[in-house]
C-alpha cells in the first residue's frame, strides 16, 4: 500500500450516460449476457488499435507478443475481471470514453429507449457498450495504463450519477503492465457469471470470432483458451458451416439477430483480399445518423486498420463484415485511404458483387430477401440516384407497394400494363392510407391503372430526376400533364356521368382573377373523376413531395403548384352563378386540395371563415 492516499477525483457522468444506466440498472431485461460480449468487444477493439499503432511505433508493444484478453472469475471475492493487454486508456480517455456518449446514435438510441414500451428489448438488440456491465456489475472497477506510459489510472462507479478517477497506486496488484484490467463486483442475481461453463459458453456464442486469444484463468492460475482466434474469412468456404458464419457475423458485426444474407469470397488477380459480409434482417437504430460511418471492417493482412474508410457506397451502409486485403501497405494514413487507387477498385468490385448477390437472393430465397428490402430497401433506393452505373440493376431490385396492395417488382408492373399505357405511374406521400384516398388517383383508378405508392422520403428524391425502366417513363401523377385519353375506363358506362359544364373558359378565368399568384395555372383537370380540385407541380420543377421535404429543410424554391379542377363537379360548376361567393369557392378549391396533400391551408383561421360562410349561406337559402 501506498502511505499517501492518492488524491480521488470525483465527476458526474454526461446526462445522456445517467439516463442510459437508470434504464439499465432498473431493467428487467434478461438477456444480461450481452455485457460480456461487449466487454470483450472493447477488449479486442484496444487490442486491435494497440497492433496498428505499433506498425509506426513497435516499442509499444515491447514484448512483442499478440496482445490477447484473460477472464478471471473469482468467487470468493464475487468479481469477475476482463484483462486485456490492449492501448489501454489514459487519465482524459477514461474520462472521455467512460463517462461521455460520443456516438450520436447512441444518444439517440438512448431517448429513444425512454420512450419506448420495449425500449429494454431494443437494449438487447443492439447492445449499449462498455455501460451494459452495470446490469450485472454493482461496482466496476477499470485500471487501465496507455501502451507506453508509465502512469495507470484508476476509473471507479457503482453507476449513479457519476465515477472517480485516481492515480493506480505504483505497487497496485490491479495495475496491467500495459491495457486495461475491468474488475466488476456482480448484483446477487448474477453470480452465474462467475461459473467457467457460462463463460465459455457465452464467448462460444458471440466472441468466438475475436482473432485475438481469449483466456480463462482458474483459481489455481491456470489458464486456457476459450476462443478459435482465427480469421474466419480466411478460411475456405468449403470447411465452414452455416453456424460458422451466424457466429462470425454476431461476433464481427456486434449484432443479435441473423443475417439474412452472407457473401464470402476470395478475389485473386490484380490485388487480393478476402471478403466476408453480411446483411442484418433488422434494421439498426441509426440508419439515418448522417454520422453513421461504414460498418465494414478494413484489415491488411489479418491486421484491423480502421472501419471508418469509405469501403462500401453510402447505400449499401446497412452491410456489416470485413474485407482483408493481402497488397494494401500496413502503414496507410487516413488521407492515404481515401485516394488510394486500390481501394477504389477494391470498393467498385465488391459492390458489384454484393448487387449482384441481393439478385441472387431475390431470386433464390425471396423470403431471405424480403427481409433485407423491408428493413433497408429505403437506403438500397438511394442508389437508384446516387449509383448511375447500377440504377437498372437497383431499380429492378426494388419492391413497391402499389395501388393493387401488392408489394411488386417494375418488371411486374411493366408485365400487367393496360392497353396503351405506356407510362409507369407513381405518387409519393407521407403515408400509404393517405396516398389510398388522394384523388389523384381518381382516373387511373377508373381504369383499373396501377400506380406505385412511394412513402420513403427517398423515394420524392429518385422518382425526380425521371428514370425509364424497360423503356418506360417513370410519370408523378401530382406532378405535369398526364393523358389517360387513350386507357379505356373499366366501366365505359361511367363514360358521360356528370357533363363538365359548359363555360370552361369562364371558370377557370374566375378561379384565376380570385387566387391571383397563389397558383401558377388553373386548368381542367384528366387525374380526376369524384373530387373537385387537386394540386399538381408544372412538368419542370420537382415534384409536390419533393418540394415539401425540400421547404422542411428550408431549402425550399418558391415554386407554385398548379390547381386542377374538375369540371363534372358541382361545386366547380357553381361559379359562374356564384356571384359574390366566388372568391370563396375559389379559395375552398385550393385550400381542400392542399388538405388532401396532407398540407395546412396557408391561412387556417380564413380557411374556417370561408367554410363558415358559404355553409350559413347555403342553410339560410334552403
Ligand atoms: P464503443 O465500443 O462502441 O465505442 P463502448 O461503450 O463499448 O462503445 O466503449 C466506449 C469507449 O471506451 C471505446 O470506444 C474505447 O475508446 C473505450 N474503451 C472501452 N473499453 C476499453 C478497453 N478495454 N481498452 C481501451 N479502451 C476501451
Ligand atoms: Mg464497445
Aim: hydrophobic residues 40%.
Amino acid at each position: 500500500m501506498t502511505t499517501i492516499d492518492p488524491p480521488v477525483e470525483a465527476q458526474p457522468f454526461q446526462a445522456e450516460v445517467s439516463e442510459l444506466l437508470n434504464l439499465m440498472v432498473h431493467s428487467v431485461y434478461s438477456e444480461t449476457d450481452i455485457f460480456l460480449r461487449e466487454l470483450i468487444s472493447n477488449a479486442s477493439d484496444a487490442c486491435d488499435k494497440l497492433r496498428y499503432e505499433a506498425i509506426a511505433n513497435p516499442a509499444l508493444i515491447g514484448d512483442g507478443q499478440l496482445p490477447k484478453i484473460r477472464i478471471f472469475p473469482d468467487k470468493n471475492a464475487n468479481t469477475l475481471t476482463i484483462a486485456d493487454t490492449g492501448i489501454g486508456m489514459d487519465r482524459q480517455e477514461l474520462i472521455d470514453n467512460l463517462g461521455t456518449i460520443a456516438r450520436s446514435g447512441t444518444k439517440s438510441f438512448v431517448s429513444r429507449l425512454k420512450e419506448a414500451k420495449d425500449g429494454i428489448g431494443l437494449i438487447g438488440q443492439f447492445g449499449v457498450g462498455f455501460y451494459s456491465a452495470f446490469m450485472v456489475a454493482e461496482r466496476i472497477v477499470v485500471t487501465s495504463r496507455r501502451a507506453g506510459s508509465d502512469e495507470a489510472w484508476t476509473w471507479s462507479s457503482e453507476g449513479g450519477s457519476g465515477f472517480e478517477i485516481a492515480p493506480a497506486g505504483k505497487d497496485d496488484a490491479q495495475a496491467p503492465e500495459r491495457g486495461t484490467r475491468i474488475v466488476l463486483r456482480l448484483k446477487k442475481d448474477a453470480a452465474k457469471y462467475l461459473e467457467a461453463y457460462e463463460i465459455e459458453r457465452i464467448v462460444r456464442a458471440y466472441s468466438d470470432n475475436i482473432q485475438f486469444p481469449i483466456e480463462l484463468v482458474d483459481d489455481k492460475g491456470e489458464s486456457k483458451q476459450i476462443n478459435s482466434a482465427s480469421a474466419l474469412w480466411q478460411r475456405p468456404k468449403s470447411e465452414l458451416k452455416p453456424e460458422d458464419y451466424k457466429e462470425a457475423y454476431k461476433s464481427i458485426a456486434g449484432a443479435f439477430d441473423e443475417p439474412a444474407m452472407t457473401l464470402h469470397y476470395r478475389a485473386e488477380g490484380r490485388y487480393s483480399y478476402a471478403v466476408l459480409l453480411f446483411a442484418p434482417s433488422t434494421k439498426p437504430f441509426d440508419l439515418f445518423d448522417p454520422a453513421r460511418k461504414g460498418k465494414v471492417k478494413l484489415y491488411v493482412r489479418r491486421v484491423f486498420i480502421t472501419d471508418d474508410a469509405d469501403l462500401l457506397p453510402a447505400y449499401l451502409r446497412f452491410i456489416r463484415g470485413v474485407i482483408d486485403s493481402e497488397d494494401l501497405p500496413l502503414n496507410l494514413s487516413r488521407e492515404m485511404l481515401q485516394n488510394n487507387p486500390q481501394l477504389v477498385q477494391i470498393r467498385k468490385a465488391v459492390t458489384g458483387r454484393i448487387v449482384s448477390e441481393l439478385e441472387t437472393l431475390a431470386d433464390k430465397q425471396p423470403e431471405e430477401f424480403t427481409k433485407v428490402w423491408d428493413a433497408f430497401g429505403s437506403v438500397i433506393k438511394e442508389g437508384i440516384y446516387e449509383d448511375f452505373e447500377r440504377r437498372e440493376k437497383l431499380l429492378a431490385l426494388s419492391r413497391f407497394t402499389t395501388t393493387s396492395g401488392e408489394k411488386r417488382t417494375l418488371k411486374q408492373y411493366v408485365a400487367d400494363l393496360k392497353p396503351n399505357q405506356t407510362e409507369i405511374y407513381l405518387l409519393a406521400g407521407d403515408s400509404i392510407e393517405r396516398l389510398k384516398s388522394n384523388p389523384k388517383l381518381e382516373s387511373a383508378t377508373a381504369r383499373g391503372i396501377e400506380v406505385l405508392l412511394l412513402t420513403d422520403p427517398v423515394d420524392a428524391f429518385w422518382t425526380s430526376a425521371r428514370f425509364d425502366f424497360d423503356g418506360k417513363p417513370l410519370k408523378s401523377l401530382s406532378q405535369g400533364d398526364v393523358d389517360f385519353s387513350l386507357i379505356p375506363l373499366l366501366d365505359d358506362s361511367k363514360k358521360d356521368e356528370g357533363k363538365p359544364a359548359a363555360d370552361e373558359a369562364n371558370i377557370i378565368a374566375a378561379i384565376k382573377l380570385h387566387l391571383g399568384d397563389r397558383v401558377a395555372d388553373v386548368r381542367a383537370s384528366q387525374r380526376l373523376t369524384a373530387s373537385a380540385s387537386c394540386l399538381v407541380a408544372g412538368s419542370h420543377g420537382p415534384d409536390r413531395e419533393l418540394e415539401r421535404l425540400l421547404a422542411q429543410q428550408n431549402r425550399g424554391v418558391d415554386t407554385k403548384p398548379i390547381l386542377e379542377i374538375n369540371l363534372r363537379h358541382p361545386l366547380v360548376a357553381a361559379i359562374p352563378q356564384a356571384g359574390e361567393n366566388a372568391a370563396d369557392l375559389s379559395f375552398l378549391l385550393l385550400e381542400q386540395a392542399q388538405i388532401l396533400d396532407g398540407e395546412l391551408p396557408e391561412d387556417p383561421a380564413a380557411f374556417a371563415n370561408r367554410l363558415n360562410r358559404l355553409v350559413v349561406g347555403g342553410f339560410s337559402k334552403g
